[in-house]
């Protein structure tokens, strides 16, 4: 279930896809959570990309295994349903799980950071920002409890990457979380410098 193709594994595909029941099946069966991609991001980045929040929820929640002696029936009825992906990524988490004995391993505990960083030390925060995803965005800030003002290697942090995307209900957001308007990038602006540059001020 950890095989690559690519660099890439089954749960990194079925995250950046936005594939929810994929991505649970997939879990329960015993899918690695911290395996990194050949750029190094980890699930939770490819759910960033992939603008799933109820993907990132059910990524850092905890382990759970699939026991063999109990139907896969929350997605095997959804696919007799014909239900479409859409609403199944509305619905709730818990569902998928429904009917499944859950088993924690602490001894093997793969429950990824929230603030885990890639190869260009973006945390999943950066590229939800960096996709405008506003309610992704909101769900890493107010339900999984990310850092608002980590940097990645060009020193800029996601306040600085919502400038950069002239969006401004990012970048309120952003600010109500406490996004630190004092740290500088690389090229030594803070966000303030960075958004008189752009105009955005």
């Known amino acids: 279930v950890n095989a690559t193709f690519a660099g890439t594994t089954a749960l990194h595909a079925a995250c950046d896809a936005g594939h929810l029941a994929c991505v649970s099946v997939l879990l329960q069966f015993g899918a690695n959570r911290q395996l990194r991609d050949g750029c190094g991001n980890e699930a939770v980045h490819a759910a960033a990309q ?33 239900q479409s992906e859409v609403n199944l990524a509305d619905s709730d988490v818990g569902s998928l799980v429904e ?25 999943p925060l950066h590229l939800a920002v960096s996709r405008h995803d506003f309610m992704v965005v909101q769900c890493l800030l107010e339900e999984l409890n990310a850092l608002p003002s980590l940097q990645d290697c060009d020193g800029d942090t996601p306040l600085h990457d919502a400038i950069a995307g002239q969006n401004a209900r ?25 958004a008189t540059v752009l105009g955005e001020v």
Request: hydrophobic letters at 30%; one cysteine or more.
């Open 50 to 82: 992939g603008g799933n929040a109820s993907i990132l929820r059910l990524l850092l929640a905890p382990r759970q295994r699939c026991d063999p002696s109990r139907s896969l029936s929350p997605v095997t009825d959804v696919e007799n349903s014909n």
């Open 99 to 123: 009917g499944i004995r859950t088993i924690n391993f602490s001894e093997a505990d793969d429950t990824p950071d929230v603030n885990s960083r890639n190869a260009l030390r973006q945390t």
């Open 170 to 194: 990012l970048v309120e957001l952003l600010l109500r979380h406490n996004a630190d308007l004092t740290i500088t990038n690389n090229s030594g602006q803070n966000p303030l410098h960075y």
